[in-house]
């Protein structure tokens, strides 16, 4: 026997090394879809002071009728009824937009509730010879062709509200309350000073919706 026969030859003896592992391959993961968001309910807070607003139109009515624009007393209770209804207007919408409850009840129903509460009290002063019949012709007739062309272009995209119709609102809203409250003596002609600019101003904001209209049909 030679000299380091008794060694072990690991080497020999070591089996084949082996290639890469047999690993099945692992099949990619189902992509998992985002979950829908969930639905808004119908019963939530903006929509609740939309509801409000209706419900205080034919309160405002009664208590116009119950003044006949003579009774201070009723004049004063059918100012802050107007005034409450007509500032739910601007908070629902915020409440909506800040915390996600704008639904379909409420696209509806909002412009619905405004036109009611800002048409009632146009009427009512008209009809009690406190505003120009004109005037309140002009307006209503504004606010239902701006109603009947967003229809028009619903197909197409939203006309979203302009600073202009914001002050038109503005306007409106002032003037009606000037109209409504006992005011004495000449401070009462600021009312009509008031409704004048609101009437140029809600003419001008139709005829710019109709041209964003146009444009938006053609584009």
């Given amino acids: 026997m030679t000299e380091g026969s008794g060694r072990t030859d690991w080497a020999a003896a070591a089996p084949p090394a082996s290639g890469p592992a047999d690993v099945e391959p692992v099949a990619d993961p189902e992509p998992v879809a985002d979950p829908l968001p969930a639905p808004v309910p119908v019963a939530n807070a903006a929509n609740a002071l939309t509801a409000l607003r209706i419900v205080l139109v034919p309160v405002f009515v ?11 007393g009723w004049r004063i209770a059918a100012t802050v009824t107007f005034a409450v209804a007509s500032t739910t207007d601007l908070v629902d919408g915020w409440i909506a937009r800040r915390y996600g409850l704008v639904t379909s009840f409420g696209k509806v129903a909002d412009p ?5 509460l800002t048409g009632a009290a146009l009427v009512l002063l008209s009809w009690y010879d406190r505003l120009p019949w004109w005037v ?10 701006v109603t009947l062309i ?7 995209g939203v006309i979203a ?7 038109k609102t503005a306007l409106q809203i002032l003037a009606i309350v000037w109209y409504l409250w006992p005011v004495p003596g000449v401070a009462a002609g600021i009312g009509g000073w008031i409704m004048g600019l609101a009437v140029i101003v809600t003419v001008a904001t139709g005829l710019d919706y109709v041209v964003r209209a146009v444009r938006l049909r053609r584009a």
């Fill in 136 to 145: 309140t012709v002009v307006i209503l007739a504004r606010e239902l062709g």
């Fill in 161 to 167: 509200a302009s600073r202009g119709g914001k002050v």
């Fill in 150 to 156: 967003r229809f028009w272009v619903i197909r197409y």
């Fill in 112 to 116: 619905i509730a405004d036109k009611a």
């Fill in 62 to 72: 009664v208590l116009v009728a119950s003044s006949a624009l003579v009774h201070p």
